[in-house]
């Protein structure tokens, strides 16, 4: 294939970026399980220290962390990638470049905990301000807006509302105050959004969830659009040291191979599983994206490629009854995370989310009676059997009822 950017979606992810190992011809790349790399004289240590291509030690650089940052650059239309330790390194590096002393920062309400509670407590120690706004409406994050502001840093869809912020708009409110915008794309993957694309300048992931995909590694990756971002933040990435460990990398693009299918059945199962949810009895309320009334379906359609695989729910009887269920399910695994193949179940409130004070979390929508389950890609039928037998067991109306 000529360019593999124009291929289809699964060719890209497989191919993306990668090519034989140059040295052995290995089909997989290899791990270089290496912290430094040797110079063959003191002239071509001094080129690639002086910017010349070739390795140089593994913190600032490491042939495959490369091949996933190729990779995953690659499905997010970016320019470059930086591979990191966690989504938090990833997110904490994007932060320290593009936020100064007395900077300020517009932030979805409802992203990831600790990427709202690190602003909260460590950030506001250095005097940098965070406003925290319902996203969802595009005009409150123009509202925050101050002469200070250097970053706007959405999640879409949010973390665990669901609620999605429309990119290209913020895009921009934020170039329009001189201001830069990323997005945290973790809950879509690129397989089903690109916010680059969209007018975004940095995209950030937590590859612990669908881009790995197995549950067996922590990692993330920072994209952005152009050089100069990229260069600005690669300088403090590797000094901030939150970067990735060739063996990580390697898991990583063992992982993402397979992102695409794995993100087709997992969706597929969050879709029957919401329609299963939304007709049964002992359901309150049930939010997916791919639902009609999501309030922001059309937003869905318009700037992803699907909805994905995250539903959350309210089980009449409020918190009570949602628990029941939690310690109800049987093939669920009770557990926060999400993305991996197996299907997780987990209380925000009391768990993701319980360092959120609790009036913000309810200003933010995570209501205490809110169970999330994140689809995996087991059998569809055992999936709607061990959700159907835990809500039975819930609620004492049905159990009335049988
Ligand atoms: C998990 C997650 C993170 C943090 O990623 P880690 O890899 O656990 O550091 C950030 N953002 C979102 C949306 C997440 O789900």
């Known amino acids: 294939m000529d360019d593999v950017r124009l291929a289809g979606p699964h060719t890209r992810i497989i191919h993306g970026g990668q090519q034989e190992d140059p040295h052995t011809g290995a ?11 040797a110079f063959t004289d003191a002239d071509e240590g001094a080129a690639r220290f002086g910017g010349a291509p070739g390795c140089k030690y593994t913190r ?20 470059g990638a930086l591979g990191a330790a966690s989504g938090m390194a990833a997110i904490n590096t994007v932060y320290l470049a593009l936020l100064g002393q007395g900077a300020h920062v517009v932030v979805t309400d409802c992203v990831y905990g600790p990427s709202r509670t690190v602003l909260e407590t460590e950030y506001a120690r250095f005097g940098v301000e965070a406003t925290f706004v319902d996203s969802s409406h595009s005009d409150n994050v123009a509202r925050a807006l101050r002469p200070n502001t250097s970053l706007v840093f959405v999640e879409s869809p949010a973390n665990p509302t669901l609620k999605l912020t429309d990119i290209a708009r913020c895009a921009d409110i934020a170039h329009g105050a001189g201001a830069l915008l990323a997005v945290d794309n973790t809950f879509a ?49 590797v000094n901030f040291g939150g970067t990735m460990d060739p063996h990580q990398a390697w898991l990583v693009l063992r992982g993402i191979k397979t992102l695409g299918l794995r993100m087709e059945r997992a969706q597929a199962n969050a879709r029957a599983l919401a329609y299963f ?36 729910f309210g089980v009449r009887g409020g918190l009570e009854a949602g628990r029941r269920v939690i310690n109800g399910v049987r093939l669920a695994t ?50 709607e059997h061990d959700l159907g037998q835990a809500l039975e067991a819930a609620s004492p109306e049905m159990a009335a009822r049988t």
């Open 334 to 383: 009770l557990a926060v995370s999400l993305g991996g193949i197996e299907t997780l179940i987990e209380h925000p409130a009391s768990m993701t989310h319980a360092g959120v004070p609790a009036q913000e979390r309810l200003k933010a929508g995570i209501t205490d009676d809110l169970v999330r389950i994140a689809v995996g890609c087991e059998d569809y039928d055992d999936l």
């Open 277 to 312: 949810l939304q007709r049964h009895a002992a359901v309150q309320w049930v939010n997916y994206p791919g639902l009609v009334d999501h309030p922001q379906h059309d937003l869905m359609r318009q700037q992803m490629r699907g909805p994905g695989a995250i539903v959350t």
């Open 189 to 237: 993957s690129p397989y089903l959004q690109n916010p680059l694309q969209l007018g975004a300048d940095v995209v950030v992931h937590s590859m612990t969830k669908f881009i790995n995909g197995h549950t067996d590694v922590v990692a993330g990756m920072i994209v952005a659009r152009d050089e100069e971002v990229l260069e600005r933040l690669r300088a403090v990435h």
């Open 60 to 79: 600032l650089g490491n042939p495959t962390v490369a091949a996933l940052e190729r990779n995953v650059a690659l499905l997010e239309y970016g320019c």
């Open 27 to 37: 089909v997989s790349t290899p791990i270089y399980q290496s912290s430094t790399f």
